[in-house]
C-alpha cells in the first residue's frame, strides 16, 4: 500500500502562484509514475500533469501546459505541482495518485492506484 498527503492549496487571486505538495509513504518502490488531477464543483476530475518517478518524464494537459511544473524528489518521496499564472478556471480540488502502471496510461485516473485526499484550490478575479 502506498499513502498519499497532499499540501499547500488555498485560496488566491487570478494571476497568482500556488505550489502543491505530495507526500508518498508506505510501499512506494512499486511506484512507476505520479499525477495530479483536479475535480471541479459539478464536473467529472480531469487529468493535469503526470511525472514518471525515477526518469523524472513528465506530461501535461493542454490547459495548463507552460503555467504549472510538476516535479519530484525522490529522497523525500514527494511530488511537487508548482502552479504560477493561475486562472478562475483553475479553482478545483486538486488529487495527487500514484500508479504502478506504465506510461502509456499516464493520463487515465482509472490507471492509478493510490489517491490522496485532495486540498482545495480557490482562484478569485
Known amino acids: 500500500q502506498v499513502q498519499l498527503v497532499e499540501s499547500g492549496g488555498g485560496l488566491v487571486q487570478a494571476g497568482a502562484s500556488l505550489r502543491l505538495s505530495c507526500a508518498a509513504s508506505?510501499?512506494?518502490?512499486?511506484?512507476?509514475?505520479m499525477g495530479w488531477f483536479r475535480q471541479a464543483s459539478g464536473k467529472e476530475r480531469e487529468f493535469v500533469a503526470v511525472?514518471?518517478?525515477?526518469?523524472?518524464?513528465?506530461y501535461y494537459a493542454d490547459s495548463v501546459k507552460g503555467r504549472f511544473t510538476i516535479s519530484r524528489d525522490i529522497a523525500k518521496s514527494t511530488v511537487y505541482l508548482q502552479m504560477n499564472s493561475l486562472k478562475v478556471e483553475d479553482t478545483a480540488v486538486y488529487y495527487c495518485a500514484a500508479s504502478r502502471s506504465g506510461w502509456s496510461s499516464k493520463a487515465l485516473a482509472s490507471a492509478y492506484d493510490y489517491w490522496g485526499q485532495g486540498t482545495q484550490v480557490t482562484v478569485s478575479s
Open positions: 511525472i514518471s518517478w525515477s526518469g523524472g518524464i513528465t
Open positions: 508506505g510501499r512506494t518502490s512499486t511506484i512507476y509514475k
